[in-house]
């Protein structure tokens, strides 16, 4: 969910619209479209979109699209899971603003999703984001809990997950556990008889683990699963989801993969049915070190590259 700027105003005109961009800023027609119609939306999400909208067209701060022409309120972006368990994440950037303006904004914020009109959305979690980059980290600039809890938790196949501000989980939980369970599948196929098997078939390598969900819901059927991660808060959460689900053999490892993977597939030892590695990255692909890295593993015996941009394997 985005908030159109000062070159993209919403369908009514109004610059300070909650919602979607549609167009191109190459060709200059670039406006915000709410996402009230759109049916693969829960109606929680609607609703704090709704809301967050009214509150930025009342403050005297203006939207920011594009840094150099000023502004300050950017993005949000809202979360939930199976239970209506809800979390926003205000982006902003400060400009020129003092801390203690900056302050005050943040204040006028919590009060209305905990007092105001936006309290109707019952938050369980409010976070803020303070940056003058377009992306960065938890450690580069602190996602700050303004109100209610630091987690969601969600759960597939049987785990039990928590969701932090920066950590990716899928979005979808009913496509999510399809896809978990094909990947399971693919890493140790069911039985003729169409019961699952239950043997320890060698070690499974995660790329991209996210907060360990690909990994743990794979572990009770493999020795040892081993996982790169670069976002530290996802590591944190992987580890914690694993403790938390009583799952002792899985590590997780934080770093960029193209770092850390090359080092660490000298270390690898297949063992049973020899490694698995299954990759999982964002919308770019994997770094050609990565790619390298595995197809210079000979115990590597199956490969499951799950991708949302296939046209870029």
Same mark, same amino acid.
């Given at each position: 969910?985005?908030?159109?700027?000062?070159?993209?105003?919403?369908?009514?005109?109004?610059?300070?619209?909650?919602?979607?961009?549609?167009?191109?800023?190459?060709?200059?027609?670039?406006?915000?479209?709410?996402?009230?119609?759109?049916?693969?939306?829960?109606?929680?999400?609607?609703? #704090?979109?709704?809301?967050?909208?009214?509150?930025?067209?009342?403050?005297?701060?203006?939207?920011?699209?594009?840094?150099?022409?000023?502004?300050?309120?950017?993005?949000?972006?809202?979360?939930?899971?199976?239970?209506?368990?809800?979390?926003?994440?205000?982006?902003?950037?400060?400009?020129?603003?003092?801390?203690?303006? #900056?302050?005050?904004?943040?204040?006028?914020? #919590?009060?209305?999703?905990?007092?105001?009109?936006?309290?109707?959305?019952?938050?369980?979690?409010?976070?803020?984001?303070?940056?003058?980059?377009?992306?960065?980290?938890?450690?580069?600039?602190?996602?700050?809990?303004?109100?209610?809890?630091?987690?969601?938790?969600?759960?597939?196949?049987?785990?039990?997950?928590?969701?932090?501000?920066?950590?990716?989980?899928?979005?979808?939980?009913?496509?999510?556990?399809?896809?978990?369970?094909?990947?399971?599948?693919?890493?140790?196929?069911?039985?003729?008889?169409?019961?699952?098997?239950?043997?320890?078939?060698?070690?499974?390598?995660?790329?991209?683990?996210?907060?360990?969900?690909?990994?743990?819901?794979?572990?009770?059927?493999?020795?040892?699963?081993?996982?790169?991660?670069?976002?530290?808060?996802?590591?944190?959460?992987?580890?914690?989801?694993?403790?938390?689900?009583?799952?002792?053999?899985?590590?997780?490892?934080?770093?960029?993969?193209?770092?850390?993977?090359?080092?660490?597939?000298?270390?690898?030892?297949?063992?049973?049915?020899?490694?698995?590695? #299954?990759?999982?990255?964002?919308?770019?692909?994997?770094?050609?070190?990565?790619?390298?890295?595995?197809?210079?593993?000979?115990?590597?015996?199956?490969?499951?590259?799950?991708?949302?941009?296939?046209?870029?394997?």
């Amino acid at each position: 969910m985005v908030l159109a700027a000062s070159r993209s105003t919403g369908v009514d005109g109004n610059p300070k619209t909650g919602g979607f961009y549609v167009g191109t800023g190459r060709q200059g027609n670039i406006i915000c479209v709410n996402g009230d119609h759109l049916l693969n939306m829960p109606e929680k999400l609607k609703q #704090v979109a709704r809301y967050y909208q009214d509150f930025i067209r009342l403050s005297p701060l203006e939207p920011c699209l594009q840094f150099h022409t000023g502004g300050h309120c950017r993005e949000v972006t809202v979360r939930t899971n199976t239970e209506g368990h809800t979390m926003a994440i205000v982006y902003f950037h400060p400009q020129s603003l003092t801390q203690e303006e #900056v302050a005050v904004h943040k204040a006028d914020l #919590v009060g209305h999703f905990t007092q105001g009109p936006g309290s109707v959305c019952q938050l369980d979690s409010l976070f803020f984001q303070e940056s003058s980059m377009t992306r960065c980290t938890h450690e580069e600039s602190p996602y700050q809990l303004l109100h209610g809890q630091p987690h969601i938790y969600e759960e597939l196949l049987g785990f039990k997950f928590r969701i932090s501000a920066d950590a990716f989980f899928q979005v979808n939980q009913a496509a999510a556990q399809v896809i978990y369970g094909t990947v399971r599948d693919l890493r140790v196929p069911n039985t003729e008889e169409g019961r699952e098997r239950r043997t320890l078939d060698g070690n499974l390598l995660d790329v991209c683990c996210g907060t360990g969900a690909i990994g743990i819901t794979i572990s009770p059927r493999v020795d040892k699963v081993i996982a790169i991660e670069l976002i530290e808060q996802a590591v944190e959460n992987a580890r914690h989801n694993a403790a938390f689900n009583n799952v002792p053999n899985c590590e997780f490892i934080p770093g960029k993969a193209e770092v850390v993977l090359p080092g660490l597939m000298s270390q690898l030892s297949s063992t049973g049915g020899g490694l698995t590695a #299954v990759v999982n990255p964002a919308r770019a692909g994997r770094h050609p070190r990565v790619v390298r890295a595995l197809r210079n593993q000979p115990s590597i015996r199956r490969l499951v590259y799950v991708s949302c941009k296939p046209h870029e394997l």
